[in-house]
């Protein structure tokens, strides 16, 4: 493959998809991520960045330079479907990438050439195959089916509940969240037409250690920006709002089912925790 991208766009990208963070463990809290290999691959003007084990998906997409028409007609290759492709070790292509600016081209197969605009290039191996593959390739198919209107699938099970919210105050509630050491919280969203007493839909965000200490949040009207469907309540643990820097996020919701959640350039599904 031979695509051009922003260098730092790219550093970004793969930075994120590790899912670092802090992760429940019996003792609490631990520093931690998803795994050490990233997942690329061209879908029609953007690169999209994967990562995934079994209970945790991210996948960032990056767009890709335009070139000129000269450079379309001689060593320029685009190919439109999930046939362009490449893993690479996080932990390798991270201290690489950090020596580049601007843009960069990148070819490869079994190995990876990046080259920038001062004829810098270094040269990697690939990694034969991520190894959450088959999960990155089911949720890439589901990833097209998500549109403005409706509810998407997971699998065959539809979504039932939505709601927006933007990406700096789930960072916020959330950090509170951790203070608390569990690693483990709760999204309670309760839809007006579930519950006709509501004078507005609620969503309640918390965390309690077994009554030692608690945290919970209620989103106010300016916070909650967006709600429809039907109410759901989910129990979950990882980092995820690490994730998402900026913007508006969309969540997709159903009672402990996976968290779905989409912003402009980002997408993370998170399995639910187990009631202990």
């Known amino acids: 493959m031979q695509l051009r991208v922003e260098s730092e766009e790219l550093l970004d990208a793969i930075t994120s998809v590790k899912g670092a963070g ?5 003792s ?11 997942f690329l691959v061209q879908l029609n003007d953007s690169l999209e960045v994967w990562n995934a084990d079994a209970g945790f998906i991210l996948r960032v997409s990056i767009p890709l330079v335009e ?6 007609n001689t060593v320029w290759t685009q190919a439109k479907d999930l046939g362009v492709n490449a893993t690479l070790r ?30 810098n290039q270094f040269t990697l191996n690939t990694v034969q195959a991520h190894p959450s593959l088959d999960v ?65 839909p ?14 919970s949040h209620i989103l106010t009207t300016e916070e909650l920006l967006h709600s429809t469907g039907q109410s759901a309540t989910v129990l979950f643990s990882g980092p995820i709002h690490k994730f998402f820097k900026s ?9 402990a089912f996976p968290l779905l959640l989409v912003g402009e350039d980002r997408l993370l599904i998170k399995t639910p925790r187990l009631e202990e």
């Open 67 to 72: 070139v000129s028409q000269e450079e379309a």
């Open 202 to 215: 609620s969503v309640r965000f918390s965390s309690t250690d077994r009554g030692r200490k608690s945290y």
């Open 136 to 200: 990155i390739h089911r949720v890439s198919a589901m990833n097209r089916l998500i549109v403005d209107e409706g509810f998407p699938y997971f699998n065959t099970t539809q979504y039932e509940g939505h709601i927006s919210m933007d990406a700096k105050v789930f960072s916020r509630t959330m950090e509170f969240c951790e203070l608390v050491g569990t690693g483990i919280y709760e999204i309670d969203f309760k839809a007006q037409v579930d519950t006709p007493t509501l004078q507005s």
């Open 22 to 26: 802090k992760y429940s463990v019996a």
């Open 247 to 255: 913007g508006t996020i969309e969540f997709y919701l159903k009672d």
């Open 28 to 38: 609490g809290l631990k520093g931690d991520s998803i795994g050490d290999f990233t």
């Open 90 to 119: 996080i932990s390798e292509i991270i201290p690489i990438l950090k020596k580049f600016k601007g843009q960069i081209t990148i070819e490869g197969g079994t190995r990876l050439t990046i080259t920038d605009t001062n004829s």
